[in-house]
């Protein structure tokens, strides 16, 4: 049980970003920055930089299975967070721990492309993500190019396709959405929660900043790093919201790399 004096024990499940930047590196550092222990279990190695995806390298199945019962076996795990799981075989195998350790709270980033293009997930694996992920997360993040490969439709356009795509997501069996809107043109950035209580617009001012590297990885590991404590979904995913818009509003005061460059994860302490 977690007590208001217990530091929160979070998991990320994700692959290595070896710029830094989004991925196990990122979820790392917005878990520290949040006030929680970090630990891992690394689902595919990327040869990356602030330009791109050179290559990938993703282990046995069997391999993540076995990072995941050496942590599950010996932490107690508040919150899991899933990011990059590569292919169909791990997906399955991170399917088939989650339903045995039954933590309390996933949340899942639909990770599928990286920002400069390169497939993050194999398009046999879409299908196995769908079935065998979606009805164990407390709560999933797609973007609005993921909502659609997930829906198998074309991209929402507006907010009133985001609501509709969100709630046929809703529909294929996780408790809640968080669709994102950032692909969206205009001033807001706005994403839409729904949950078994409803609807909520929950909209930020869009940062004019070109370094925005990780944002998804970084939201996604802010609520898994907020949910323990929280008084609501709700709650956490607006507290992680405001967190990520100071770290891309302060992303201009690093110096990482001559491309898309990272968000400022400990913008409130550097």
């Known amino acids: 049980m977690i007590t208001t004096a217990t530091i929160p024990n979070v998991l990320t499940i994700a692959g290595s970003?070896?710029?830094?930047?989004?991925?196990?590196?990122?979820?790392?550092?917005?878990?520290?920055?949040?006030?929680?222990?970090?630990?891992?279990?690394?689902?595919?190695?990327?040869?990356?930089?602030?330009?791109?995806?050179?290559?990938?390298?993703?282990?046995?199945?069997?391999?993540?299975?076995?990072?995941?019962?050496?942590?599950?076996?010996?932490?107690?795990?508040?919150?899991?967070?899933?990011?990059?799981?590569?292919?169909?075989?791990?997906?399955?195998?991170?399917?088939?721990?989650?339903?045995?350790?039954?933590?309390?709270?996933?949340?899942?980033?639909?990770?599928?492309?990286?920002?400069?293009?390169?497939?993050?997930?194999?398009?046999?694996?879409?299908?196995?993500?769908?079935?065998?992920l979606l009805p164990l997360a407390t709560l999933i993040t797609p973007n609005l190019p993921e909502a659609a490969a997930l829906l198998g439709e074309a991209e929402a356009a507006d907010e009133d396709g985001m609501q509709r795509q969100a709630e046929a997501l809703r529909a294929l069996g996780t408790l809640a959405v968080l669709l994102k809107g950032g692909h969206l043109s205009g001033d807001e950035s706005p994403d839409w929660l729904f949950d078994e209580s409803g609807r909520q617009r929950i909209t930020g001012r869009r940062i004019a900043t070109r370094h925005t590297h990780g944002t998804g990885c970084t939201l996604s590991a802010a609520i898994a790093a907020l949910l323990p404590r929280a008084g609501s979904l709700v709650e956490a995913v607006t507290e992680a919201k405001a967190y990520l818009s100071g770290a891309l509003e302060n992303a201009d005061r690093l110096s990482v790399g001559s491309g898309i460059g990272p968000v400022h994860h400990f913008h409130r302490w550097w």
């Open 17 to 132: 970003d070896s710029g830094g930047g989004a991925g196990i590196q990122a979820d790392l550092k917005t878990f520290s920055a949040l006030g929680v222990f970090g630990a891992s279990a690394i689902t595919a190695l990327t040869a990356q930089n602030t330009h791109g995806v050179t290559a990938v390298h993703a282990p046995p199945a069997e391999f993540i299975t076995a990072q995941l019962d050496a942590v599950f076996g010996d932490l107690r795990i508040d919150a899991v967070k899933l990011g990059m799981l590569a292919n169909a075989d791990i997906v399955r195998a991170v399917a088939a721990a989650l339903r045995r350790y039954r933590p309390a709270h996933i949340v899942l980033d639909t990770v599928m492309i990286s920002k400069s293009g390169h497939a993050l997930l194999l398009p046999d694996a879409i299908s196995a993500l769908r079935d065998e």
